[in-house]
């Protein structure tokens, strides 16, 4: 079993910057983060193997998103600059303890999710 918690959403301009964390206990092969507007469908935004610390990013975030590691919190974290509105959404830690799930970008823990929303 995996518990998740995040924290770290607010407020921010356009062209800010906001960082996440993810707070995990229990094993998992891979993290990941995704987001969700109401109406639409959820959407992945990157993820993360403890194993290598592998990462992989949707489109849209690529060269302005990062995910990372960082001891001295126990956290994984989500680092997002250049915000635009369109980035506005609940964004969730998920987590998988299996490889073939990660491979196949579905998750089986989930927190509550930390409102991020960029006005313009």
């Known amino acids: 079993q995996v518990q998740l918690v995040e924290s770290g959403g607010g407020l921010v301009q356009a062209g800010g910057s906001l960082r996440l964390s993810c707070a995990a206990s229990?094993?998992?092969?891979?993290m990941a983060w995704f987001r969700q507007v109401p109406g639409r469908e959820r959407g992945f935004v990157g993820s993360?193997?403890?194993?290598?610390?592998?990462?992989n990013y949707e489109d849209s975030g690529k060269g302005r998103f990062t995910i990372s590691r960082e001891y001295a919190k126990n956290t994984v974290d989500l680092e997002m600059n250049s915000l635009t509105p369109e980035d506005t959404a609940v964004y969730s830690c998920?987590?998988?303890?299996?490889?073939?799930?990660?491979?196949?970008?579905?998750?089986?823990?989930w927190g509550q999710g930390t409102q991020v929303t960029v006005s313009s």
């Open positions: 998920e987590a998988t303890a299996r490889e073939d799930r990660w491979i196949r970008n579905e998750y089986d823990y």
């Open positions: 229990g094993r998992s092969f891979a």
């Open positions: 993360f193997t403890w194993i290598g610390g592998n990462t």
